[in-house]
């Protein structure tokens, strides 16, 4: 009887499913928006390095921004999917965490987002995705100025639309005086996101920044 019912459960529900990813139907087993063919492609890649970020000591990524990967974080961002921000936590994890044990950061925070952005959304994807990576940070900036997707524009254009777009809050600049801090974003892109938010780390006392990217475009 048990079966039946769940044959039938399954029938109702979870076979009109399908995988947002790829649009392959679901199977009872997969969890709630990717296939399992699509969760098992997202892993730690090796990149080439880059130049680093102005202000930025060490950079760490955990894969090419392309596939699986750019898909979660479109559905994330765009379709606010926030489970899936934390499926994708969950596989970035090892990898951030050991790039945490050989940085040593004081804090991790999140570069965060407008609250205009946060009112649309309903959430902030950096703050989830570390969540799901079972990481502690704290929140210690805040986004101060609104801007538009900064995807299409030139490095010189990010950096007029990002001055000053970053503030630490009041309370936490005693406590970065003199730190190591990582910042955790979800697209390293030119690096011009991590540079403003490091330089306004420093300008504030704090001593070192590091990053980390989910994906690297
Ligand atoms: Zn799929």
Not at 6 to 24: A, M, T, W, Y
Not at 29 to 52: H, M, P, T, V, Y
Not at 68 to 97: D, N, Q, T, Y
Request: glycine share 6%; charged share 25%.
């Amino acid at each position: 009887m048990k079966v039946v019912l769940g044959k039938l459960v399954d029938l109702l529900f979870i076979s009109e499913r399908s995988c947002v990813c790829c649009g392959l139907a679901f199977k009872p087993s997969d969890q709630g928006f990717l296939c399992e063919n699509c969760l098992s492609e997202i892993k730690a890649i090796a990149l080439l390095e880059r130049e680093r970020p102005q202000w930025i000591s060490q950079v760490g990524v955990f894969a090419p921004y392309e596939g699986v990967v750019k898909e979660a974080i479109r559905l994330i961002k765009f379709e606010g999917i926030k489970p899936l921000a934390h499926a994708l936590g969950e596989k970035i994890s090892k990898h951030l965490k050991t790039f945490i044990e050989n940085f040593s950061p004081d804090i991790v925070t999140p570069v965060p987002i407008h609250i205009r952005r946060w009112w649309v959304r309903g959430f902030d994807h950096n703050v989830e995705i570390l969540k799901g990576a079972k990481v502690d940070f704290q929140e210690v900036l805040v986004r101060v100025k609104h801007s538009k997707p900064l995807a299409q524009k030139g490095v010189e254009e990010r950096k007029k639309l990002l001055k000053d777009a970053f503030k630490v809050k009041s309370k936490f600049l005693d406590l970065i005086e003199g730190k190591r801090i990582l910042i955790f974003d979800d697209i390293l892109t030119t690096g011009t996101t991590a540079s403003v938010v490091a330089s306004t780390l420093m300008e504030a006392g704090a001593r070192e920044v590091g990053l980390y990217c989910v994906a690297q475009a």
